[in-house]
Every structure is written in structure tokens, then in C-alpha cells.
């Protein structure tokens, strides 16, 4: 049964145990990922890209829903630790024999793996597995339902301070489909702990949580009005199967409205960037002049992704070896 | 067997009856109310010092889940859970397998439950057959073999032609109808209701409005046909403030709430609570307090269980996939109490919500002390202090978010047709 009310992810010294969300992380905490992640962003330009932190280290990537971009990206970042890594894509097998999760965990667990790496269509998997899991198991959570996808934000968060440094005078618009992205939700949790001056969510009534004022952003229907002098843009994916559930006319009418081309993008900042967490539809939430122009920052975004992950996953390493293996 | 129950404060809401007065029983009804009668001799003498003697209670709307899932609960563990409950009479909902919606399930249900002799389990039987929606139950037939009202339990029908031809055939034999109203479109293949909370955990909601306008179509079908309908687990304040001017224009409709409905609210699935998964979902401070109101006022006359329990594993997984629903037989007193102690209904009103409120939206003769009647009592101490413990649940089903509160109101016997079913 579900433990109430209290943050799991945090042991009694306040430490990161698991990462599920950034819900109840202080603002501390999110700097030393980032500060962390610094440190490892460095060694892409090294002849030798690993380090040996966690060597003798078996992490598992227990996949629940297919991601093989996202999935890779945790992979590199636990090799380039040392680890040792082992993926399930569970999707297609045990569950849909009827297995339940839980029984799946257990027969995972007794490979002995010190990390799972979850990805989930339920919003709360993340949560349910590490309430569940061994003692000595830390969960990072790689997206549940339209939960969170922390270290998604958190790399997010490290392209931003990458290029504006403070985070405190910064307004960020959040563009497109907020209502069914857990990428959204943890970004707005994210730059709100940070500080940042304004968070704004721009999209049509469809796309947006009905109560999305109690996410701590501003609500903007008017794509000029919500970018109007923005220091960071963050546009949204549009799945293709949104065109079905009557939320949208057609793609069409949503790039006239809130498609991102370098005229619209002119009331921003002069100096705004422009992210996008990926996979992009080009011509739908993005013209390619913008994706492809000088503000974006979208591949970097990517590869500092595998930094940000090292730094969850041997912060919660850490924390485990601090208190004997057993949390 | 006689037996008298004395010293106790006897409250029977029904007869306007809240004094010191002893209660004698004789075989399986009761035989007096105070003194006891010329040549009355008592085989057994129950004292109720400190203790309030009220009626049976009577709960609307409880899952037995036999036949057909007995992982989840059986008619003996779930009439014994009752019993506990100071419960004495039951409705069945339909969704068993096989479904109500013939005869022989409500003949086969009705024996195998007089056989266990906990409680009295009435049925509400299948409005279509399957429950699936389209073709109409043998309503006749239904109500030969006994049942008290008629179901679709929580599916669906097809379409509102469906509906105001089961509310016209169904008024055909003045029966009421059971509605839980619920737009399944708005609905969405939500799990809790769509604010804040949904909001922040990223779980698909369900919107008030699902059940609104469900209320609205309801009501005016209600209006068309003439038929009698009762709403069954109403969880917004739009479904209560419309209820209510239905009643005031006189239309022939009643509704319930679930006794959780008044007590928890959309905040409490925080940290994915699997066990607070309930449908209708928990809404929010406005909606629980309109409700209360409506309790209060008598817009709403019955407070219900909707007892549902589940195996461990129906709770055991990421929220979205846990079965949705609480074991609510051991708390319905307890939670309609807590009202009485947050000051909202006085004790007589409070126990008449879950006696002879729903007894008389169905016209049944339980839920109330007459001389003659069914010797269905209950008898809990009002004033001590005691912590619902899930583990130690009668009931098959552990699953309630209650585990831990404190209540008052411990029931210490429960005597249903005269027998002791229960005793603490």
C-alpha cells in the first residue's frame, strides 16, 4: 500500500535516494545535480570518457513503454560510470502474459541490480516500484504516464543555466501540449524551485490541465503574448494521435497558432533560446529555420542529457554506499 | 428465546424515539419497547449501560461479490463484515458473475444468505440484461423473485432511448430504479477528479461535469417517463444543488452518497494512494462540503457503504491500474458518526441515514424499532474511542484508507431476526 505524504525519494538525511520527481526537492539539491552534472559534461572532450564510480555496478533499464532514444542516453550514462547494464523492454513480454508488475520486480530483483531505471505508461509506476523494490534499490524514474520525467527537466535545467547562467530573472514559456506531458509538468516544478521570475504555459484550452494555475505558471492562449519578452522558449511535442481525440482541428490550424517560426519567435529576447525535449515534428510545433537557426539549443540539450544522468545515478549510488548498501 | 436489552439509550429516528427505554425481543422480533409486559421472562439479558440501541442498519449499495468473485469476498465473509458494521440489511448490487439479471441468481442468493443467517441480503437486479446496456432485464420476473430495486450497477447503457425505455417499463411495475450517473465519454478513462491533484500527478481526471450532465439527462428522463429513480453514489455539489430543486419541483427522486464521499477529498491520493481509488472519484472540498449539506438537509436521506472489497493485488500496482473502490461495511457507521462529532447532523438524524433514510426510499419495513417488526438492532458504546485497525477487518476486502483513524461509535452487538450475529 502507498506510504502517505511522505517524500520517499529523500533518506533521513535528506539525500536523494530515488529521483522520481522534482516535487519536494529543494532548491539546493537540484543545484548540486546540476553542479554535478558540470563536473561529468567535461569528459565527452577527454580521450578517456569514462570514470570508474561505479564500477562493479549493475544498473538495470526496466522499460515498461519503448524509448530507444531515452533509454540510450541512461545506457551511455551508466557506462561512461563504469556500471554494468542490463535492459528489459517488458512491454511486449511479461506483463502482457498477465505477470504483474510486482512480479516482474521480484524476478528482476533477483539478478541483484542496485539501480532500475524506469519507464512507464501509469502515472506513479516510478513511485510504486520504489516503494516496492529492495532496501538497497535506488529508482530513477525515465518518464511514468504524464507524471514526471525529471532527469528530462534537469538536463533541461543545465542547457538553461548553460547559457543564462542565473536562473532568478529569467521568464521561460512552455509551449504546446502541457495537458498530457510529464517532460512539462517536471520542467514547471523545475524552474519554479530554481526561481526563475515567471513560468508561462501557451496552448489552446484542449492541451492544458484544467487547473494548470496550481502548477505556479502563467496561462496564455496567444502565442505572441506568451513569448512576449521570454529569455527561454520550451516548445512542446505533438503527438500525432492528438489529431484523433477531437483536441485539435488539424495540424494545420496548430502550427498557424502556435507553430514557432523566427517571425513569431521575434518578440522574445533578443537573446532568448529556443529547446525542444524531442522527438521534434518539424512543421508542426517548429518551423525548421527556428529548429535548425542560431537560438536553438536542442542537440545540446541531448548530449548534456547523458551528463545530467550521471550525476543523478551516482548521487543516489552515493547515497546508498553512505548508508551500507541498505537505504 | 427472549431476549431484553436494557438500561441502553434507545434511538429509533423512525418512531421520533431517543430516550432510556428497555427493548424486549421475542423469537426473531420485537415484542415490546420499555417495560416489559405482564409475564414477559427474559432467557438473556443484554445490559446497554452507556450504550445507544438503535436500529439495524440498512446499506444501500454494498458488493458481495458472490458468485462469481469470491477472491474478493463471499456472502458469508462479507454478511459477517455487516455484522461487525451493526449492518442487518444489505442491497446487493449486480455485478456478480453471473450477473443478477435472472430468477435463479437472486433465488440462489436469497437461500445461500438465509442458510448463513448474518444479515438479511436484499438484491438490486440487472436493469439489462449482462448489465450490457441495450436489451432489457425481465423486469417482471425480477421483481416476483424479490428484488428491491433495479441496477445497471456502474456500466453504462447504450443510449438514452435505452434509458427512457427501462424507466418506462420499469415504472410499469413501480420500481426503482438505481442510477450511478456517469458520462462515459466525459469520463474518459479517467481515475480521479480532474483538478489539482490530477493536475499535479499527471493522472487522466474525470471531470465533475461528467456526472452533471448525467444528472441533468437523468432528471429529465425521470420527468419524462414518471419513473422512480434514485441516484446512487452522487459525489459533486452540482449533482446535490440540482437533486435538490428536482425535489423541490416535486419530481420522485432520491440519491445517496458513500460514507468515504463525506470524509476524504481529491488531496487525499496524494502520493498515488491506491487505496483513496474510488469511483465515483473523490472531488473537492466544495463538492464534500456541498454534500455534507445535502446529508444535512435530507436532500440526500441515505449514506451507503459502497463496499467494494478487493484482493490485495487489485491495490497493488502503479495507481492508474489498481480496481477502483473501499471495504466500507465496518466504517459506514463509524464515518456517519464523525459527523455527528464535527457538529454537521444531530445523533438521531445521523443514525436515520443509515436506517430507515434508505428503508424508506424503498419502502421497506426495516430500519426501525416497531413492536412486531424484525428484531434488527444495533447497539454501540457513543462515546469511547477506537482505531480501525484494516488488518483485523472482518470483511475479505482490507483495502480502506481509514486504517488507523480514530472513531466512535464501536458497535458491541448486533442482533439481527433476534439472533446475536455479533458481539464485540
New interface residues.
Partial sequence: MASRHQNIQLNDQGQLRHFLTIEGLHRGLLTQILDTAEAFAALPGRPIKKVPALRGRIITNLFFENSTRTRTTFELAAKRLSADVLNFNISTSATSKGETLLDTLRNIEAMHSEMFVVRHSQSGAAHFIAQHAAPGVSVINAGDGRHAHPTQAMLDMFTIRKHKGDFTPLRVAIVGDVLHSRVARSQILALNTLGVTEVRVVGPSTLLPTEARCLGVHVFHDLDEGLRDVDVVIMLRLQKERMDGALLPSEDEYFQLYGLTSERLEVAKDDAIVMHPGPMNRGVEMASEVADGPRSVILQQVSYGIAVRMAVMSMCMQTRDDAGGEM | MTISIINGRLIDPANQIDEALDLHIDGTSIFAIGKAPEGFHADEIIDASGSIVCPGLVDMAANLREPGFTAKGTLASETAAAAKGGITTLICTPNTDPVIDSPTVIEWIHRKARKLAQARVLVAAALTQNLEGSQLAEMSALKKAGCVALSNSDQPLANTLVERRALEYASTFEMTVFLRPEDRHLHAGGCVH???T????????I?SAAESVAVARDLALAEHTGAQIHFRSLSTATSARMLREAQASKLPVSADVAAHQLHLTEMDV??????CHVSPPLRTLADRDALRQAVADGTIAAICSDHQPHEP?A???????TEAGISGLETLLALTLKLVDEGLLDLSDAIARVTCGPADLLNLPHGRLNAGSAADICIFKADSYWTLDAEQMVSEGHNTPFDNWEFTGQVTHTLFNGKLVYQA
Avoid: I, N, V
Fill in positions: 480532474e483538478g489539482a490530477a493536475t499535479r500527478l499527471g493522472l487522466p481526471g471531470p496524494e502520493g498515488f494512494d491506491s487505496r493485488d491495490k497493488d500496482a502503479p495507481f492508474p491500474g
